[in-house]
């Protein structure tokens, strides 16, 4: 079993920057591939982004290439969303997830487990 706690969010302008957290617990890292996804009020889950455990390969979703870097600490089995020049439609509940693949999924239901969520509302 895995546990993903996710930290945080919150009310940031546009323009601003916010970085995410998200604490694994509970089995090694070593195979697993860790992702960021959200979903606005209405809308569907998202892929966000991704990256490889193993040897850091990332993958991004077209809107946030450029403004968000996803990045991992291994010894502290925590993965990071930075968010740069936020804009209102990067409003969502920002999830963390992980999933035991050597590639990055984009669908979300290819992962396995899931952390609660983070609110992240960027305001005009």
């Known amino acids: 079993q895995v546990q993903l706690v996710e930290s945080g969010g919150g009310l940031v302008q546009a323009g601003g920057s916010l970085r995410l957290s998200c604490a694994a617990s509970?089995?090694?890292?070593?195979?697993?591939?860790m992702g960021w996804f959200r979903q606005a009020p209405g809308k569907e889950r998202e892929f966000v982004a991704g990256?490889?455990?193993?040897?850091?390969?990332?993958y991004y979703t077209n809107s946030v290439k450029g403004r968000f870097t996803i990045s991992r600490d291994n010894a502290k089995n925590t993965v990071y969303l930075q968010m740069n020049s936020l804009k209102p439609e990067d409003t969502a509940v920002y999830y963390c997830?992980?999933?035991?693949?050597?590639?990055?999924?984009?669908?979300?239901?290819?992962?396995?487990?899931w952390g609660q969520g983070t609110q992240v509302t960027v305001s005009s």
């Open positions: 997830a992980a999933v035991t693949q050597r590639y990055i999924p984009t669908f979300s239901g290819a992962y396995n487990y």
């Open positions: 509970g089995r090694t890292f070593n195979t697993y591939t």
């Open positions: 990256i490889n455990w193993s040897d850091g390969n990332t």
